[in-house]
């Protein structure tokens, strides 16, 4: 299907590596293997070097518990590192659609979740000496059509009524004022939104991590787990080691480790490319206030500035099916233009792709399965909702009534004929782009 890809001048692409951009400045791999021998027993096994992981490991080692974090690939390998950066507070059903399922009151609850994961994230990002690029400038969500725009401002009489964070509306005529793209009708400003350094702030949590005692094994892929009379064995690559907890916190890399769990995420990638280094005053004229950036279609696109102002980051899914980055490359930096023509002929010097991993209910998910804690299902705003309920869960894998959630006790899905492969994504996209382009 190469044909149907766009034609570009193959010099916009040629210096252009598969490789996160935020990797530049916290590199890969983050250490060699660990020549040392795995330790034969810890109190906690946490399996996923993410942000969930590394969150709930700092609560357990500070709670008393030895640590262990192991990951199949460098520490930070998934989304972790290769986000956009942008953060929110997430939850993506409405009052109303939660309200018909659990009524009211829990509604109201799952979603003061969400800005409870937002202002976790952010007291994370301020702790003395956090390097992590926190920078609190709010999101643009643009509307793609007229239509969208009313559906805005009736969403913002409706958050008024109910007492939330009202968006501040833009219309069509003052669009320039927050993006310089003919292409949206207006939008809307969310200010409790912010943008950060996603592979800056994971080196943070390692390093406070490490300090408190937690140890850490990349390149030590978990095999099996089995329940015994202390607890659990984990069998890995370069040994077995016994543990009295396991918490599994693989989210979008979920796989054959835990059938149950794969057949209740959906990982999806998202492509994300960087251009070359742009001045810092062009770059301006295109975000003038450096938000982040999302629009109102299904199949979302985002994008933002880099940290120095000097590049721009866009990202979105540029394939029905998944691919590799560096193939897809075309068909995003084609979607790129379509909202700033100006960038026309502007090299893009990375491309890569991390696995989202949405739930069928759009809502994340942690408790027990057969007494292994677990924790994932953020659907695309990991950030916030990662760290906070990483959190959580370790406060609840040592019993402490601070780890409870409003999401406890919510049933985790899954469908008839899903097995972790997501058979279903491509025809999918491509209907909610008909619906994008025709009908929203």
């Known amino acids: 299907m190469d044909f149907l890809l766009p034609k570009f001048d193959p010099s916009l692409f040629a210096d252009c590596v598969n490789r996160p951009y935020w990797w530049d400045d916290v590199p890969r791999p983050n250490r060699e293997l660990d020549p040392a021998p795995l330790p034969t027993r810890a109190d906690l096994v ?64 799952i979603l003061g979740e969400g800005q409870a994961a937002l202002a976790h994230a952010r007291a994370v990002a301020s702790v003395p000496g956090a390097d992590c690029g926190w920078q609190p400038t709010g999101l643009y969500y643009a509307a793609h059509t007229p239509k969208q725009y009313e559906l805005m401002e009736r969403e913002a009489e409706e958050t008024a009524r109910g007492g939330g964070i009202v968006p501040i509306l833009v219309p ?60 659990f064995v984990i069998a890995t690559a370069r040994g077995k080691i016994g543990a009295r907890k396991v918490l599994l916190a693989t989210n979008g890399y979920t796989g054959a480790l835990s059938p149950w769990h794969k057949r209740r995420v959906i990982p999806i990638g998202s492509y994300i490319l960087a251009t070359e280094e742009l001045p810092a005053d062009f770059v301006r004229t295109l975000i003038p206030n450096n938000r982040a950036v999302t629009d109102s279609h299904n199949v979302v696109i985002y994008f933002r500035a880099s940290p120095d102002g000097r590049r721009i980051l866009f990202g979105g899914r540029s394939a029905l099916a998944e691919t590799d980055p560096m193939r897809s490359l075309p068909r995003l930096y084609q ?73 406890d006790g919510v049933r985790f899905q899954t469908r008839p004929l899903y097995n972790g492969y997501p058979w279903f994504l491509a025809p999918a996209i491509l209907y909610y782009k008909t619906i994008d382009r025709f009908f929203a």
Request: hydrophobic content about 40%.
């Open 46 to 109: 946490v399996i996923g070097s993410g942000y969930t992981g590394i969150s709930a490991a700092i609560e357990a080692v500070k709670g008393g518990m030895s640590v262990l974090v192991l990951d199949s690939e460098d520490l930070g390998f998934g989304c972790s590192t290769k986000n956009g950066g942008q953060v929110a507070p997430g939850l993506k059903p409405s009052l109303n659609e939660l309200s018909g399922l659990y009524g009211p009151d829990l509604a109201a609850r």
């Open 335 to 407: 979607m790129m233009l379509r909202v700033f023509p100006q960038l026309k002929g502007t090299r893009v010097t990375h491309s890569w792709m991390g696995k989202v991993a949405f739930t069928f209910d759009e809502l994340p998910h942690l408790g027990t399965q057969r007494g292994v804690h677990y924790c994932m299902g953020y659907c695309g705003s990991g950030i916030a909702l990662s760290t906070y309920f990483g959190t959580r869960i370790g406060q609840q894998i040592l019993g402490l009534s601070d780890g409870r959630t409003a999401l």
């Open 172 to 231: 069509r005529a003052r669009q320039h004022e927050e993006l310089a793209a003919d292409r949206y009708h207006g939008g809307s400003i969310h200010p409790e939104h912010a943008l950060v350094h996603p592979a800056k702030l994971h080196a943070q949590l390692m390093r406070q991590a490490e300090a408190l005692g937690v140890m850490f094994r990349g390149h030590t892929p978990a095999l099996d787990i089995e329940a015994d009379g202390r607890g």
